[in-house]
């Protein structure tokens, strides 16, 4: 059987801080966290893979940022959610079974790390790339992992799927800043096995993850 495995958190478990972007602060809603990458491994390829994508991506992001992160708001549960990818990591050659800790990430990059070749895969970019698109310090292209960060002010823990995809092509042909929903598309036809790990985070005192 084609499995992912993440030991920092149980499946359904809460995510420490140390692999989340943001967390929170003790005089502020919001502090920089150590947005480190987590271990990742994976075993029981089916025959015929020839490569593997690694997609990380929040489902419960805010479709609209009214509320976002305003003191004496709250964003509503009931609001309808979006996708947001954290980490787009393909052609990941068929040899590779993990990636080490730290590998996507080892701290906050203003302005965005680099998509493109890396030694264990090509690199898309984030949605972080979207979600500072015009702030002077923040803005940029933002590749690799950037982990979790979500409304200090959500009224719902959000959860975070690692899915490990095991494919019958050694490339999906992108290049450039691509995206999530560019590779999700790039994959069609090809996917031989998939493997999903989860994990919630809340930057929310009031919410339990």
């Not at 990458?37 to 029981?44: D, E, L, M, V, Y």
């Not at 992160?69 to 068929?94: C, M």
């Not at 979500?150 to 009224?155: E, K, T, V, Y």
């Not at 959860?159 to 450039?176: C, D, E, K, P, Q």
Request: charged fraction near 15%.
């Amino acid at each position: 059987m084609f499995k992912i495995r993440i030991d920092s958190w149980a499946h359904e478990g809460v995510i420490p801080a140390r692999y989340a972007f943001g967390k929170p602060g003790e005089d502020a809603p919001f502090a920089p966290s150590d947005n480190i990458s987590p271990h990742i491994a994976w075993s029981g390829a089916p025959a015929g893979t020839q490569s593997y994508t690694l997609i990380c991506h929040d489902i419960d992001v805010p479709s609209s940022g009214e509320d976002v992160n305003q003191e004496g708001k709250t964003v509503p549960a009931d609001l309808p959610r979006v996708p947001f990818y954290h980490w787009v990591l393909v052609d990941i050659p068929s040899g590779i079974s993990e990636l080490v800790e730290g590998v996507g990430s080892n701290g906050i990059t203003p302005g965005g790390k680099p998509c493109g070749q890396s030694a264990v895969g090509l690199n898309g970019q984030n949605s972080y790339t979207g979600w500072f698109a015009g702030d002077p310090d923040m803005g940029g292209v933002y590749g690799a992992y950037d982990g979790p960060c979500p409304p200090w002010n959500d009224s719902i823990p959000h959860r975070y799927y690692f899915t490990i995809y095991a494919l019958g092509v050694a490339t999906l042909g992108l290049s450039g800043e691509f995206s999530g929903d560019d590779a999700l598309e790039a994959m069609k036809g090809h996917v031989l096995a998939e493997s999903s790990h989860m994990g919630k985070y809340s930057m929310n005192p009031q919410v339990s993850a």
